[in-house]
């Protein structure tokens, strides 16, 4: 009988596993939380970004934090997992504060997404579920025996996508 751990992500963090075990970030605020899995292999992985993009930065050596970084390299490192074989999932760009400025540089979560969803779409790898947008914080857990993702909002509502 397998052992069954729960892995914790932090903020700009990832980690990479397989099932049985499952995975789980909280505060995605306008971070976006991106789980990816092989779906023969049943090896999964989640991470939890912080921005978009890094091209404004000097430092990217916690590359982690940046969507267009960490997508790719993550799964470069998803040990054997070819993109055509991954799925993702993905919840999180919320917009937690009302901002006079419509500036897109302010809206972090919609840009978030957007390079979330681009960086995957590059990739080839289909997003089959996601809870993104709106004015709450979450939390998500992915199951890596059946890919189910649970995301819990911070008003307590439960979604699966």
């Known amino acids: 009988m397998c052992e069954l751990e729960q892995y914790k992500v932090g903020i700009a963090e990832y980690k990479i596993t397989k099932a049985p075990n499952s995975l789980i970030t ?68 919320a917009s937690l504060f009302n901002f006079t400025s419509q500036s897109k540089t302010l809206q972090i979560g919609k840009r978030n997404i957007e390079m979330v969803k681009k960086q995957l779409e590059n990739l080839g790898i289909p997003v089959l579920g996601e809870h993104l947008g709106g004015g709450s914080g979450r939390t998500m857990t992915v199951d890596l025996e059946s890919f189910d993702v649970t995301v819990r909002l911070v008003n307590r509502e439960i979604y699966h996508i």
């Open 26 to 93: 909280v505060g995605l605020g306008s971070c976006v939380g991106i789980a990816l899995y092989d779906q023969k292999a049943k090896v999964g992985s989640l991470l939890h970004v912080m921005l978009p993009d890094s091209t404004g930065f000097r430092d990217t050596t916690k590359w982690e934090k940046f969507a267009d970084l960490a997508i790719p390299k993550v799964v470069d490192e998803m040990s054997g997992s070819h993109p055509s074989n991954l799925v993702a999932k993905i919840a999180g760009g």
